[in-house]
C-alpha cells in the first residue's frame, strides 16, 4: 500500500510541480510525510483518504485553469 501511495504522489508531484514539504503540508498538515512514509510509517487509512482526495481536487483545478488561460488567450500573437 504504501509504494503505490508514494508513486502516486511522485506522480502527482510531477506533473503538479510541487515540493515534498508543500505537498505534506498541504495534503497531509504534515511537512515530513512523505519521508515518514519512506521510513516506513505507514498512514492512517484517513490520512491516506484525504492526501487522495487533495490529488483529485488540485488536479482538478490546475486542468480547470489551464483549460480557461488557453481558451481566453487564443489568437492573442
Do not use: C, W
Request: aromatic content about 8%; proline content about 1%; overall charge positive.
Amino acid at each position: 500500500m504504501a509504494a503505490k501511495l508514494l508513486a502516486d504522489i511522485e506522480a502527482y508531484r510531477a506533473r503538479v510541480g510541487i515540493d515534498r514539504t508543500a505537498f505534506g503540508k498541504k495534503a497531509a498538515h504534515d511537512g515530513h510525510f512523505i519521508a515518514r512514509v519512506e521510513a516506513g510509517r505507514l498512514p492512517r487509512l484517513t490520512t491516506i483518504d484525504q492526501v487522495y482526495r487533495y490529488m483529485r481536487r488540485t488536479t482538478s483545478a490546475v486542468r480547470d485553469t489551464t483549460s480557461t488561460f488557453i481558451t481566453t488567450n487564443e489568437g492573442t500573437k
